[in-house]
């Protein structure tokens, strides 16, 4: 039973530049969910998909833009990268079920020079 | 907004020794509460979950409990081992259950 799965694993972009980060949720999941996790904080939720549409956002700026496919996958892209950009991206998958618990993938480190 | 709060931010004991990690929480209108783990650069690692209607959860060596009324959830670790050096997450969703916030972590070093 395969977990969440993320790639890649790591990204160097610079700064202006556009990324593209991509889940692919526990077996069984139909929801995704994204958190920007900086160094030494807490994860930060920054969107929710379920059903191929964004269901709740964090306060996180229109640069972050996100889709989920119909095999519930997801992408999260970032335009306009900023130094401060820089985290370990998050994707986490869970059911619809109310009160269903959270499960992460591995992360990807994202680095912006 | 949920606020979630733990207490304390590192924590260095000699294996053997019984621990527990605190978190606070602002919004006492939770349906539940999850406790993860996370190894340096990795993602994180469900450790228990508690539904709202339950106090205390059990698996294996921990054991965490839930008081709503407070605000406060608490994780027990006994017999502690250096494998259980860590950072460990709590957190609590919105009465929605879409978004979930998270305190910054305990940082729990074993010393062998």
């Known amino acids: 039973d395969a977990g969440v799965t993320q790639s890649p694993t790591h990204l160097i972009k610079t700064r202006g530049q556009q990324v593209t980060l991509r889940c692919s949720p526990k077996?069984?999941?139909?929801?995704v969910s994204w958190y920007q996790q900086a160094l030494g904080q807490g994860p930060q939720f920054i969107f929710q998909?379920?059903?191929?549409?964004?269901?709740q956002r964090g306060n996180f700026p229109d640069r972050f833009s996100g889709h989920q496919f119909p095999n519930y996958s997801s992408e999260l892209n970032v335009n306009a990268l900023l130094l401060g950009d820089s985290a370990l991206y998050l994707c986490?998958?869970?059911?619809?079920?109310?009160?269903?618990?959270?499960?992460f993938g591995n992360g990807t480190r994202l680095t912006v020079t | 907004k949920q606020e979630v709060t733990q207490i304390p931010a590192a924590l260095s004991v000699p294996e053997g020794e019984n621990l527990v990690l605190n978190c606070s929480f602002t919004?006492?209108?939770?349906?539940?509460l999850q406790w993860f783990r996370q190894d340096p650069g990795k993602g994180l690692t469900s450790l228990l979950l508690?539904?709202?209607?339950?106090r205390e959860q059990t698996s294996g060596r921990l054991n965490a409990s839930l008081d709503k009324s407070s605000g406060r959830s608490t994780l027990y670790i006994a017999a502690s081992q250096p494998g259980d050096s860590a950072t460990y997450l709590c957190?609590?969703?919105?009465?929605?259950?879409?978004?979930?916030?998270f305190g910054t972590g305990t940082s729990l070093t074993v010393i062998p």
């Open positions: 919004d006492s209108a939770i349906y539940n």
């Open positions: 998909y379920y059903e191929e549409e964004e269901r």
């Open positions: 508690i539904q709202s209607s339950q």
């Open positions: 986490a998958s869970s059911s619809r079920q109310f009160g269903s618990p959270l499960h």
């Open positions: 077996s069984g999941h139909d929801t």
């Open positions: 957190a609590a969703p919105t009465n929605t259950g879409n978004q979930f916030y």
